[in-house]
Every structure is written in structure tokens, then in C-alpha cells.
């Protein structure tokens, strides 16, 4: 159980500068659970990006965004939708962002923060790993995690460490996770989001109330209280 | 003369480096200092270079301050949080030490603690920023200081990396996060070193242009497998095989380079690791003396 917060609306909306249309995908395993990437979750996405005078191609909820080939053969089926958007927005995890972004050449954004990892991360994840940091910067990393993919977990750029295309820490087998970024984002085109420099990360995002966030009661018992609150 | 006027009167500068001890006898880096002492505008002390452990750089840069010779503190991300490097960076500004140079530093496992919790908190681009905004007098937090220091702020990039366009990307961020100068990785390619330098024109920042000797042809053949970023071409190291008196040539190869470069950028920086006492001829050699290009 990966437990997950919808990004405040106005961080989704600024990813979106300059592209028109979109393809929504959710996820039907924990991010339905934590209600930030279910069907209604999606179609409440819809309509706000059709407010904003957004166009939304179509959307697919998967049942384990983490499983990669699961998330490739249910988009195949809406290959023409998903071709006819600018970009993704993906509502889940970390590792479902990645995953997407792993199986389509377009740029993904992410809708989620990943906040805490519940226990297993995923059910069939591959390489895709999430730090759950509680500020997903998949957007700016053409949906390449820095802070799992790099070993220094650097945010703004690579160090002078790798050499062909190889992490100084286990060259033989270890890629380095900035060079899949630029790469990445090369071939789509969006190395200006190479370009801006992150702040530092706020790392007590993961920590609060971590002791009360390890079972997927938590994620609806919070959802239940969010409710309660917003009655009153 | 401090760093900062040497760049500002248009100088061509000289740094070099000296690595502090593996224990407390510093009798022999401070006569590695002094043989530059006025030979160089400025001498960088290595912040537990390759993640090996060792007396640290801001006690040594202090100590080289107390002789009145010109330190350049750098500081890396790797073993501490941003805590202790705004603490350090505070600290070094009361010792006198206004130069830093900041890095995110090599990985845990390069050095002789491999075992070691790696803390990257930071990154090269935020210490910059941050180091910038302890001079406005407030730190990461937001909270406001007793007393601002004034740094001279230097960071680092690397030509050879291939592909180099991540490196220039990053050192834009740099330039814009407040470094003022820049220390490159080893160059042992003065064309390669020519395209670098058109393509980073527009950043219209003080570049010195890194020289390591050549110890050996094994010793280049070493760095073409491990160090990233470095490439020693086949004709040096044929050369450097080639020379029976290894000393002389590697002199020789140095001066060369600085000669074929230093009409390139704006300074030279050289690290000795371990030949510092070679130095004072390298720089008779590349005849940089007395040298000043504007």
C-alpha cells in the first residue's frame, strides 16, 4: 500500500504550461484506496481541466499502475487517445508515474505526492522506485525519480561522477540516474525543465505521523476524518 | 592580495591545492603550501578528497590563513546535513576564510569508509544558493542573523564529461545559484577545451582550466578507466612512456597544456596530488611568473 495526496491544484495546473490536451491515467490499486486516482477521482480531473479550457483525450484506470506491462497493454488500447495528447498526468504513486513515463515517449506529470509506503511498494514493480517523499518532482525529471535513481539523490543536475553513462558507485552495473533523465528529456524535447533549480527538499514531509501511516486503515480513516471535517 | 581582487584586476590566476593529512602531523602540508606561497593567488584545501577521511579542510584552510596565505575552503555535500554546512560556512568567514568552493563530493564508496551513512541533504546548486543567502543575512530557515559574512563563491565543472551538455545545464544553474568563478576537472585536451569554453561564453564567468601532472603513463592510463570526465589522449601517453626521466616530461607536459590553453580562460588550476613541490617549475616553464594576459 502506497498512500498517496492529490498535489494542490495549483502545482498540477503549472506543469501544464503550454500544452493543450491530455490523457489521464489512474490507478486502481492503492491510489483508488487512498481516493487520489480512482475513476472518480479521474473524472473529477476532467472536469477541472475542462474548466480551465483543457482538452481531455480519454483516461485509463489501471489495476496496478505499478505492473508495467499491465500499464503498456492497457494503454495500447487507447493508443490513439493517448497519442493525441500533449502530455500524461498520471494520478498515483511515484512508482506508477514512472512506470508510465517507462512505457510511453511523452512527458508525464504527476498528480500525487507519494507520502508513505503502507508495505510492499507496489505489487509488480520493476526498476521504478519511490522514495515516498511527500513532493513528487517527477515532472521535472521526464517521470525518472532523482532520488531513487540517483545514488546521491541530487536534485539539480548530475555530479561530474559518471562516466559513460555509469555511476561511480558500481560502474559495472549502475546507470547513472542523470544521464536516463537528460536522455529522457532530450528526446522528448523538454531539457528547458533541466533548467530550473529545485530548492531543497523538505524531508519532514516523510516523516509526520509516519507511526499512524502504515496500514491502508490509516489512508481511509484519514479520508474519513478530511469528510468529517469539511461537514463541519 | 585576496582571490577575489586577483580576479577583479583582470589578473590570469594561479591556484593550486594541498590535501590535508590522514592524522595531525601538518608539517608537511604547510611546507607544500609555502613552496606556492606567492607563486599562486590562492591555494585550495581538498574537503576529504575521494571520500577518504582526514583532518578537515576548514581547520587547515585556517591554519593556512594564519600564515597569510590565501585559502580556498572546499566544501562538500556529502557528509554533511545543511545544518552543519551553513554552521562551517559561518565558521570559516569568522576564521577569515572568505573563498568557498562548493561541490557536491564523490560517493561513500570511493574512499576507505565505504560503509558510511552518505547525507547529499544538499547539492552543489543549493549550497551556492544558500551561501548567497547567508550573505543577505538570513539562513535556509529564513532566520535572520547576528552578522552577515561575504563569501567568494566557486564551484566546479567538468569539459571532458561526455555528454558535456548535462554539465553545462548544471553549471548555468550554478552561475545563477551565485558561483562566481569556476576550478574544471583535469583537461588534457586544449581543442576539446576551445569548444568547451565557446560553449559556456554566454555565462561570462572566470574559468581556470585544470591541470593534474602526469606521473606516469600508468598513472594516465589509470584515470582514462576511473575518473570520470578525464581523458588522457593515446599521444601524452605514449610520450610520458616514452621519457626516460618522468619528472622532467611531466613538467614538460604540464607547461605545455597551460601554454596551450591559458589564452582559452582566464586562470589555471593545479593539482599536484602529492608532486606540489613541482609546482614553482611548472609555472617557470609555462613561463606564468610573472604572467598577466589583460
Redesign the interface.
Known amino acids: 500500500m502506497l498512500v498517496s495526496e492529490l498535489k494542490p491544484w495549483p502545482e498540477i495546473l503549472s506543469y501544464l504550461d503550454g500544452e493543450q490536451s491530455i490523457f489521464l491515467v489512474g490507478c486502481n490499486g492503492c491510489a483508488e484506496a487512498c481516493q487520489t486516482g480512482g475513476e472518480t477521482q479521474a473524472l473529477e480531473m476532467k472536469q477541472r481541466l475542462l474548466e480551465e479550457g483543457k482538452t481531455v483525450t480519454g483516461y485509463s484506470i489501471i489495476d496496478f499502475i505499478c505492473d508495467k506491462a499491465l500499464v503498456k497493454l492497457k494503454l495500447m488500447a487507447h493508443e490513439e487517445e493517448v497519442m493525441a495528447a500533449d502530455s500524461l498526468i498520471v494520478m498515483s504513486c511515484g512508482i506508477g508515474v514512472q512506470a508510465t513515463s517507462a512505457v510511453i515517449d511523452k512527458i508525464v506529470h504527476p498528480a500525487c505526492n507519494t507520502i508513505n509506503l503502507g508495505g510492499v511498494q507496489g505489487k509488480w514493480r520493476g526498476s521504478e522506485r519511490c522514495r515516498e517523499c511527500g513532493d513528487c518532482l517527477l515532472d521535472l525529471t521526464g517521470g525518472i525519480c532523482p532520488l531513487t535513481a540517483c545514488?546521491?539523490?541530487?536534485?539539480?543536475?548530475?555530479?561530474?561522477?559518471?562516466?559513460?553513462g555509469k555511476?561511480?558507485?558500481?560502474p559495472d552495473i549502475r546507470d547513472c540516474g542523470?544521464?536516463l533523465i537528460?536522455e529522457r528529456l532530450?528526446s522528448l524535447g523538454r531539457?528547458d525543465k533541466?533548467?530550473t533549480?529545485?530548492?531543497?527538499k523538505d524531508?519532514s514531509k516523510m516523516q509526520p505521523p509516519r507511526h499512524l501511516r502504515p496500514t491502508i486503515m490509516w489512508a481511509l480513516e484519514h479520508e474519513e476524518e478530511k469528510k468529517e471535517v469539511a461537514a463541519k | 592580495m585576496s582571490l577575489r581582487e586577483a580576479f577583479k584586476k583582470g589578473k590570469f590566476v594561479i591556484t593550486a591545492e594541498v590535501g590535508p593529512p590522514k592524522g595531525v602531523d601538518i608539517g608537511e602540508m604547510l611546507d607544500n603550501a609555502e613552496l606556492l606561497r606567492d607563486k599562486v593567488d590562492g591555494i585550495n584545501v581538498t574537503d576529504q578528497q575521494s571520500s577518504v577521511m582526514r583532518l578537515g579542510s576548514l581547520a587547515a584552510c585556517h591554519l593556512l590563513k594564519d600564515r597569510g596565505i590565501e585559502p580556498i575552503f572546499q566544501v562538500t555535500c556529502?557528509d554533511r546535513n545543511?545544518i552543519a554546512l551553513q554552521s562551517d560556512l559561518l565558521s570559516a568567514y569568522a576564521l577569515g576564510i572568505e573563498n568557498a568552493l562548493c561541490l557536491?563530493?564523490?560517493?561513500v564508496?570511493?574512499g576507505d569508509h565505504p560503509e558510511a551513512k552518505?547525507v547529499?541533504?544538499?547539492?552543489?546548486?543549493?549550497l551556492l544558493?544558500?551561501a548567497r543567502g547567508l550573505e543577505q543575512g538570513q539562513d535556509?530557515a529564513g532566520k535572520e542573523l547576528q552578522g552577515a559574512p561575504h563569501f567568494y563563491l566557486g564551484a566546479?565543472?567538468?569539459p571532458g564529461?561526455?555528454?558535456v551538455?548535462?554539465?553545462i545545464?548544471?553549471m548555468?544553474?550554478k552561475v545563477?545559484?551565485g558561483a562566481e568563478f569556476f576550478q574544471t576537472?583535469a583537461v588534457y585536451e586544449p581543442k576539446k577545451f576551445a569548444e568547451f569554453m565557446q560553449q559556456v561564453k554566454h555565462l561570462n564567468v572566470p574559468i581556470l582550466v585544470g591541470i593534474v601532472l602526469l606521473r606516469s603513463a600508468a598513472m594516465a592510463r589509470f584515470m582514462n578507466k576511473?575518473?570520470?570526465?578525464v581523458y588522457v589522449p593515446d599521444s601524452l601517453i605514449e610520450e610520458m612512456d616514452r621519457a626516460e626521466k618522468k619528472v622532467p616530461k611531466s613538467v614538460e607536459i604540464a607547461a605545455r597544456l597551460i601554454n596551450e590553453m591559458k589564452g582559452l580562460c582566464q586562470g589555471v588550476h593545479i593539482m599536484a596530488i602529492g608532486w606540489e613541490r613541482r609546482v614553482p617549475a611548472v609555472l617557470d616553464a609555462a613561463g606564468l611568473r610573472e604572467y598577466n594576459v589583460y
Not at chain 1, 536534485?155 to 562516466?163: D, L, R, S, W, Y
Not at chain 1, 555511476?167 to 558500481?170: S, W
Not at chain 2, 557536491?104 to 560517493?107: A, I, N, P
Request: net charge neutral; charged share 25%; hydrophobic share 35%.
Open positions: 545514488t546521491k539523490g541530487l536534485i539539480n543536475g548530475p555530479c561530474g561522477g559518471a562516466k559513460n555511476c561511480e558507485f558500481e542523470w544521464h537528460y532530450k531539457l533541466m533548467s533549480i529545485v530548492s531543497p524531508w | 556529502r545543511r557536491t563530493g564523490d560517493y564508496s570511493l552518505p547529499f541533504d544538499l547539492d552543489s546548486v543549493s544558493q544558500i535556509l566546479v565543472v567538468s564529461a561526455d555528454p551538455e548535462p554539465q545545464l548544471k548555468e544553474k545563477k545559484a576537472q576511473n575518473v570520470a570526465g
